[in-house]
């Protein structure tokens, strides 16, 4: 058993929810409550981590509250596109491509192939182009 389900289990433990961070929020959440908790989603929503984790975790699905705070982060962009919406996410692709590493991430592990759009910003890192070109040996696609 984790330290919080032991720490809030104790009798007559009263939560402050003024004083709640995101990640007692979501352990929460999934460990006691065992679901959606609307009481606290507001502070949950301040992190784009732990909105990804509650979204995934908790509500088994989109959230679509969340997904400004999410978009705003290409790390959980990717990992909410991958284990959330199952897919692309193509209004958070923008954000994906400001980052070199998210970008080639997300063609792996979302695309599943190539992304001609995320390209350039994987072209900035040498490592990742490489990577990039080996995985899917494409002739035409020159840096």
Known sequence: MCFI?????????VLDL??????????????????????????????PYW??????DVIKGRWSEAEEIIKSDPEWVCWYARDVIEGRWPEA?????TSPEWACWYAFNVI????????EAIKTSPELIYLYQKMF???????
């Open 137 to 143: 040996r494409k002739h035409d696609f020159c840096c």
């Open 51 to 56: 909105a990804y984790k509650y979204a995934r």
């Open 5 to 13: 389900l032991k720490y809030y289990k104790k009798e007559n433990t």
């Open 112 to 119: 599943k192939g190539r992304w001609p759009e995320g390209e």
């Open 18 to 47: 003024e004083k709640m961070t995101p990640r007692i929020a979501y352990l929460h959440a999934r460990d006691v409550v065992k679901g959606r908790w609307s009481e606290v989603e507001m502070v949950i929503i301040t992190s």
């Open 93 to 97: 692709e923008e954000l994906i491509m």
